[in-house]
C-alpha cells in the first residue's frame, strides 16, 4: 500500500480525535478540544477526508454540501496538514481527492475562502485551478 492515503472519515475513535484535536491545536494556535458530538454530526453531514500515514491521521479536509438555487455546490474548509509532514504534497493529494470527490457527487462548483497571508494555501488552489472571484466576505457572530 501507498505510503500515504486519503480516505473519507466515518467513524470517530480516541486515536481519530486525538489526532484531529492535535491539527486544530496547530490550526488556533493554541491547545484544543472539539466536542465529539460535534464531531459525529461534521462527519455526518459533511465529507471530512482524513490522508494518514499508517494509521496516523495526519491532514485533514471538509468537503460541504451546498444545495443553491444555483445547483449543486460544494464547499472546501479547513484544509490542514500537520506541520511535521508538509512539504510531502499532502495538501496536495487531500485537494486533489475532495476535487474528485465534488465531480463524482456532480456538484457543479467548489468554493472556498482564504485569506491572503495563507500564501501556501493559495499558492495550492492557484496550481490546481481554482480563479480568484472578487466578493467580499461578511460574518456575523450570533
Ligand atoms: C496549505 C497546506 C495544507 C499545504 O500542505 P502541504 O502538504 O505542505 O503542501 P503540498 O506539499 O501538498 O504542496 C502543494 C503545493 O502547495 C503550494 N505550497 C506548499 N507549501 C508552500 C510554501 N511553503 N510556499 C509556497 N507554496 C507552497 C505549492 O504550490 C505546492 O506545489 P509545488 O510543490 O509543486 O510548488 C499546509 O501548508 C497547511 O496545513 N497550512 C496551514 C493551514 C492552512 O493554511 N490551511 C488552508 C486554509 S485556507
Same mark, same amino acid.
Given at each position: 500500500m501507498e505510503k500515504f492515503y486519503?480516505?473519507?472519515i466515518t467513524k470517530i475513535n480516541?486515536? /481519530? !480525535? @486525538?489526532? /484531529?484535536? @492535535?491539527? !486544530?491545536?496547530?490550526w488556533y494556535g493554541k491547545e484544543y478540544r472539539i466536542d465529539p458530538r460535534w464531531l459525529a454530526q461534521v462527519i455526518k453531514n459533511? =465529507? *471530512? *477526508? @482524513?490522508v494518514y500515514d499508517g494509521k496516523n491521521l495526519v491532514g485533514i479536509v471538509t468537503l460541504i454540501e451546498m444545495h443553491k438555487i444555483s445547483g =449543486?455546490? @460544494?464547499s472546501v474548509e479547513h484544509l490542514m496538514v500537520d506541520e511535521k509532514y508538509r512539504g510531502q504534497k499532502l495538501g496536495e493529494k487531500l485537494m486533489v481527492y475532495a476535487i474528485n470527490l465534488a465531480k463524482k457527487l456532480k456538484m457543479k462548483d467548489l468554493y472556498l475562502t482564504c485569506e491572503p497571508r495563507r500564501i501556501a494555501a493559495n499558492a495550492l488552489y492557484k496550481k490546481l485551478g481554482f480563479e480568484k472571484k472578487e466578493s467580499r466576505v461578511y460574518y456575523k457572530n450570533l
Amino acid at each position: 500500500m501507498e505510503k500515504f492515503y486519503v480516505k473519507r472519515i466515518t467513524k470517530i475513535n480516541k486515536n /481519530i !480525535l @486525538g489526532d /484531529i484535536n @492535535g491539527l !486544530l491545536s496547530q490550526w488556533y494556535g493554541k491547545e484544543y478540544r472539539i466536542d465529539p458530538r460535534w464531531l459525529a454530526q461534521v462527519i455526518k453531514n459533511s =465529507y *471530512l *477526508l @482524513g490522508v494518514y500515514d499508517g494509521k496516523n491521521l495526519v491532514g485533514i479536509v471538509t468537503l460541504i454540501e451546498m444545495h443553491k438555487i444555483s445547483g =449543486y455546490k @460544494g464547499s472546501v474548509e479547513h484544509l490542514m496538514v500537520d506541520e511535521k509532514y508538509r512539504g510531502q504534497k499532502l495538501g496536495e493529494k487531500l485537494m486533489v481527492y475532495a476535487i474528485n470527490l465534488a465531480k463524482k457527487l456532480k456538484m457543479k462548483d467548489l468554493y472556498l475562502t482564504c485569506e491572503p497571508r495563507r500564501i501556501a494555501a493559495n499558492a495550492l488552489y492557484k496550481k490546481l485551478g481554482f480563479e480568484k472571484k472578487e466578493s467580499r466576505v461578511y460574518y456575523k457572530n450570533l
